[in-house]
């Protein structure tokens, strides 16, 4: 987050203006849409591992619970963050200080990390790449400067840290479960409910 606010604009070594025209200039014609979905790959690792796997840190539950959680928080640092420093982006758009997209991709990633490290660290590198990526794209498609990526990771994993840090030295494995079942809507349709319970 810190290198994220130190490049701000034109501040820094290597500023988030030099990092756009550097950009633009070795990729003038990149477009993209691959960044709006990338982000999810993750998460469909995080439950084909877990269809495999018995070195994961927590139950399925457990996970999907910190994974709301982590979402949670990093919702409520990017948004008021972003209006806050009404930050325009390198496209003329608004808001762009931090990237939601990075920061979304950091969280997952950092979950994927934190369950499955102890299985392969090819997982955590696989995961964090995509994030990355993730990053990288926003910059390439003129959505981003890199400041805002850059404190985006640092949002998604500083979230991620600080759930895990509540949930196994203060709740001490108390709570965040969750559960998934088939339900009727209220329109007598079939869909599905999901409770969390801490």
Known sequence: MAAGISTIKGNGFYSSYDASRDARKAFPNFSTTVDDYLFFVPIVGLYGFNLFSSQNKHDIRRQTGLLLASGVLTT???????????QERPNGEPRAFPSGHTAYAFTIAAIVDKEFRGKSKWISIGSYTIASATGVMRVLNNEHWMADVLAGAGVGILSVNT????????????????SIMPTVLPNGKMGLGMALQF
Do not use: E, Q, W
């Not at 409520?76 to 009404?86: D, N």
């Open 76 to 86: 409520l640092v990017v948004y008021p963050t972003k209006f806050l420093t009404a």
């Open 163 to 178: 759930v895990y840090f509540i949930h196994d030295r203060i709740m001490r494995n108390k709570g965040l479960n969750s």
